[in-house]
């Protein structure tokens, strides 16, 4: 192969290189579902899902994603969600009231979730001896903004 082919084709092969490269930093802020089930805490103590997950975004209305697909206490029920530093548990959101079954809810996180490994934590909604499981699907972010997000 001639000199001048061998220079256009490494052209052709760097520019495919940096198109791929771009288009995996796009998708890792892309709205995924992330499944999670641990077992909830009685006496309204947090618990907190096995996994961790970095959020990339410096803006606190590019949400977090939660859904309660499954409560061991029963259909319909609800727990509190939040999202908490993995190394240290400090919350990086507000606690919201999420029911068994009703889809995806979308919160905003505080500041203090900047470019921050984040986990799923919960707690349950009654003080009482009860633990049980919880599943569903959760995001540390969407990778959109959403203006119209709970305080």
Same mark, same amino acid.
């Given at each position: 192969?001639?000199? /001048?082919?061998?220079?256009?084709?490494?052209?052709?092969?760097? @520019?495919?290189?940096?198109? +791929?490269? $771009?288009?995996?930093?796009?998708?890792? @802020? #892309?709205?995924?579902?992330?499944?999670?089930?641990?077992?909830? /805490? @009685?006496?309204? /103590?947090?618990?907190? +899902?096995?996994?961790?997950?970095?959020?990339?975004?410096?803006? $606190?209305?590019?949400?977090?994603?939660?859904? !309660? &697909?499954? $409560?061991?206490?029963?259909?319909?029920?609800?727990?509190?969600?939040?999202? +908490?530093?993995?190394?240290? /548990?400090?919350?990086? &959101?507000?606690?919201?009231?999420? #029911?068994? %079954?009703? %889809?995806?809810?979308?919160?905003? +996180? !505080?500041?203090?979730?900047?470019?921050?490994?984040?986990?799923?934590? @919960?707690?349950?909604?009654?003080?009482?001896?009860? $633990?049980?499981?919880?599943?569903?699907?959760?995001?540390?972010?969407?990778?959109?903004?959403?203006?119209?997000?709970?305080?």
């Amino acid at each position: 192969m001639k000199l /001048k082919n061998v220079k256009a084709v490494l052209i052709v092969i760097m @520019a495919l290189l940096c198109f +791929a490269s $771009t288009f995996s930093v796009v998708s890792m @802020a #892309a709205e995924d579902a992330f499944g999670y089930s641990f077992k909830v /805490k @009685a006496k309204m /103590k947090k618990s907190y +899902a096995n996994d961790s997950r970095q959020r990339t975004t410096g803006r $606190t209305d590019n949400p977090w994603k939660v859904e !309660l &697909s499954y $409560t061991g206490e029963g259909k319909g029920s609800m727990n509190y969600f939040f999202i +908490a530093k993995t190394w240290n /548990k400090d919350e990086c &959101s507000r606690m919201y009231g999420v #029911a068994q %079954g009703t %889809g995806p809810h979308y919160y905003r +996180a !505080l500041e203090n979730a900047q470019n921050q490994y984040v986990t799923l934590g @919960a707690r349950n909604n009654n003080n009482n001896e009860d $633990t049980f499981t919880i599943s569903g699907y959760w995001d540390e972010e969407i990778g959109r903004i959403l203006p119209d997000l709970p305080a």
